[in-house]
């Protein structure tokens, strides 16, 4: 199972997530022409952007995963009409976006407000319905080669833009819209295809409104859930902008939370290639125990995985980036990365509580995880930040983020359905523990830096294939 799950998890980082490394390797090119203003005016329009991207599929990818588990024969016409409805929508979605971009923008970036609106909305309201389908649909049916090889290519349009718009154009923050708006042309192109013509998925205009109401009353209980991922990674820049933090400030923390960012999205290859698994097991889990099991197992395997990992990535964050930010402004962030970077090792046990709600459609007790999750992290930061500036913003994220992925083993909704215990305390000190040992030890010598690394790859290689034997995971 574990095997598989990498092998899958390999495909779709390979090819996504090299192009976001390159990303992270052009970051020497392109930071000596940016600012912390740039950082701040892309961290605060980005932020209203993703605020708003909670609401453009309505959870509706929630009725779209049970309708191809639980019906697999005819979840083409559940979906096509989704499409249909979708793209309706879109276009509502579009004018509500542009009003709240046309207020949002920085009095810095007023000049540009036109062409940063047809940058920020048009891709949104022209494509995004169809990546959206076509992305779930590929990862269902365990697919990741297709998923990886389009994604490799709209990542290399958009870091191939960013460089020349930067660093050749010197367009500033400019640049970022510019490239991201032909990486969503690019993606929009190479799927259509393969879910129009050689899928059928169609979109059904003349869709009937009983099944779109029944899909609705699953789906929209789950938008605040979705939200919370906004009010967690990304809000606490508008929160930071409304308490009027000077843009530079705020360009500090928007590249160090740039870095968890990074690493959530291309942990997002290891959950991606779960996912499948994951509806595998939990569709056996009722009636047979070991398939229980190895749902708990896939957790367990993940979590070691996400805990090695961003505790050696953040050992090193002080020497990358010296590396990579040739700015001595902008490098004074590493520790603010280091907070926000360690605290999205909740995802692997937050799946395990997620998965099964979800399946189960238990979905509206998923407000009381994400977004109760959601709304603490603004609370704090409305508290503290006048206090103590960013570096409250990423303390709070850390905080909120450990709720995100332990709360739901207290909820009652969880225990009725629960098979196995996940044992969510235990693994909760554990990354308490690597967080205060990696922040002590961020500023000691490389070369002991390096001796550590080795001891905790060692011990991590030598755990996982007694780990490995023992469950039964290869």
């Known amino acids: 199972m574990l095997r598989k799950l990498l092998s899958h998890a390999a495909i779709y980082g390979f090819a996504a997530q090299v192009p976001r490394l390159v990303g992270i390797l052009s970051l020497p090119i392109i930071t000596p022409y940016l600012t912390a203003l740039d950082y701040g005016v892309a961290g605060v329009i980005t932020a209203y952007v993703v605020a708003l991207s909670a609401l453009f599929s309505l959870g509706l990818s929630v009725v779209m995963v049970n309708s191809y588990a639980k019906h697999p024969l005819h979840y083409k016409w559940v979906w096509r009409q989704l499409h249909g409805f979708l793209s309706g929508w879109a276009l509502l979605y579009g004018v509500l976006l542009s009003a709240i971009l046309w207020w949002a923008i920085p009095a810095e970036a007023a000049d540009k407000r036109w062409q940063l ?6 891709p949104v309201v022209l494509f995004a319905v169809t990546e959206f389908q076509a992305i779930i649909l590929f990862q269902l049916s365990q697919r990741p080669v297709p998923v990886a090889i389009r994604s490799f290519m709209v990542g290399a349009v958009t870091v191939g833009l960013n460089i020349y718009t930067i660093a050749h154009l010197k367009l500033g923050f400019m640049g970022w819209f510019y490239a991201n708006a032909a990486g969503s042309l690019t993606g929009f192109i190479l799927y259509s295809y393969p879910l129009y ?4 998925m169609w979109p059904i205009f003349n869709f009937k409104w009983k099944r ?7 789906s929209l209980p789950i938008i605040p859930h979705y939200f919370s991922f906004f009010l967690l990674d990304t809000s606490d820049r508008l929160i930071l902008d409304l308490l009027k933090v000077p843009l530079p400030r705020i360009g500090l923390y928007n590249i160090a939370s740039s870095f968890g960012l990074y690493f ?8 991606q290639a779960a996912s499948p698994f994951y509806l595998q097991y939990l569709t056996k889990s009722a009636s047979d125990i070991n398939a229980a099991k190895q749902a708990r197992r896939l957790t367990f395997g993940m979590q070691v995985l996400f805990l090695v990992a961003t505790f050696i990535l953040c050992l090193w964050l002080k020497e990358l980036f010296i590396l990579l930010i040739k700015n001595r402004e902008l490098q004074q962030a590493y520790p603010l990365a280091i907070i926000i970077m360690m605290g999205y090792n909740y995802k692997p046990i937050y799946l395990g509580v997620v998965n099964l709600l979800t399946y189960r459609e238990k ?3 998923l407000w009381k995880i994400s977004a109760v999750a959601g709304a603490g992290n603004i609370i704090l930061n409305l508290i503290f ?26 909820l009652k909704e969880y225990k009725q359905v629960a098979e196995l215990n996940y044992y969510p305390w235990v693994w909760l000190g554990i990354t308490l523990l690597a967080l205060g040992a990696v922040f002590l030890l ?3 010598e490389p070369i002991n830096k390096a001796i550590l690394t080795i001891a905790v790859g060692a011990g991590a290689s030598v755990g996982f294939l007694y780990f490995s034997k023992r469950l039964s995971l290869t």
């Open 117 to 122: 609106l047809a940058l920020n909305v048009l």
């Open 363 to 365: 979905t509206k007790a």
């Open 212 to 218: 779109i109401r029944q899909s609705l009353k699953v």
């Open 385 to 410: 930040i006048p206090y103590f500036g960013v570096e409250a913003a990423a303390v709070t994220t850390f905080i909120s983020l450990m709720y995100m992925g332990y709360s739901g083993y207290t």
């Open 197 to 200: 013509f050689k899928e059928g």
């Open 442 to 444: 961020k500023d000691i």
């Open 264 to 271: 959530a999205a291309a942990s997002n290859s290891v959950v």
